[in-house]
């Protein structure tokens, strides 16, 4: 007897350049029944979806109206258990920082198949588009990935201040551009030089993006005074950020 059940597919958009999508996630999208899309990967990259594919909105934006994860879950489980070709597009790589493992395990417990395909880490992206490698022999013999917001949008209390603070890393700051600011004061009072570069790369894949190449303290009184963009962005610091 066949398996009633769909599968569903976490398709990973990359940047927001559909360019830069894989081949399997083009064809995952061109195949789907359902496309259980975030904010950050509609556009462009939601238009290699099939003409049959129906689309439903789940992002989750700080500050802004969003589907709860319960659900998103729910959804998932909803379609797949219908026997449909569920795609989960999220952006960059869905294994960073895009609460996958809740997901995965929602679909677990109903015993659900599922498949996750890769894509460009939005930090990879943010880097190419500004010219840099993430690594340099002798100054750069770390990369590290940071979130700069816990789940109330603050700063995370328990982050690991002497690792971010190493001069000889490339860190990678997901989500923080509000909580910079402060996230400075600590890496400052934690050895980091002040004047370390510092890069914020916002839109990154899409027409508007931007690139500001400034030190860690600039860019924390530049963000502090501005506000933060209204616009996806990242933020690096560490050896590599002053080439130009």
Aim: glycine fraction near 10%.
């Amino acid at each position: 007897m066949k398996d009633p059940k769909g599968i569903v597919s976490f398709v990973s958009s990359g940047p927001g350049d559909p360019d830069l999508l894989t081949l399997r996630a083009v064809r995952c999208l061109q195949q789907a029944d359902i496309v259980l899309f975030d904010d950050l990967a509609s556009g462009p990259v939601l238009d290699q979806a099939g003409p049959q594919a129906v689309r439903i909105a789940v992002g989750k934006r700080a500050g802004r109206p969003s589907a709860k994860q319960e659900h998103v879950n729910a959804l998932l489980v909803e379609h797949a258990n219908a026997g449909r070709r569920v795609v989960r597009l999220k952006s960059g790589d869905s294994g960073v920082f895009g609460r996958l493992e809740e997901e995965i395990t929602a679909l677990r417990a109903k015993n659900i198949p599922f498949e996750i395909v890769p894509g460009v880490p939005s930090a990879m992206a943010a880097a190419a588009a500004a010219g840099l490698p993430l690594t340099r022999r002798l100054t750069a013999r770390r990369l590290q990935f940071v979130t700069g917001a816990d789940v109330t949008g603050g700063l995370p209390g328990d982050q690991n201040w002497a690792a971010l603070a190493d001069a000889h890393a490339t860190t990678v700051v997901f989500m923080g551009q509000r909580t910079f600011p402060a996230m400075t004061i600590q890496l400052i009072a934690h050895g980091l030089p002040a004047d370390t570069p510092a890069l914020l790369a916002e839109a990154v894949g899409h027409p508007h993006q931007r690139f500001v190449r400034t030190t860690v303290t600039g860019l924390a009184s530049l963000l502090a005074s501005e506000g933060p963009s209204s616009h996806p962005a990242l933020i690096l610091y560490g050896p590599l950020a002053d080439m130009s």
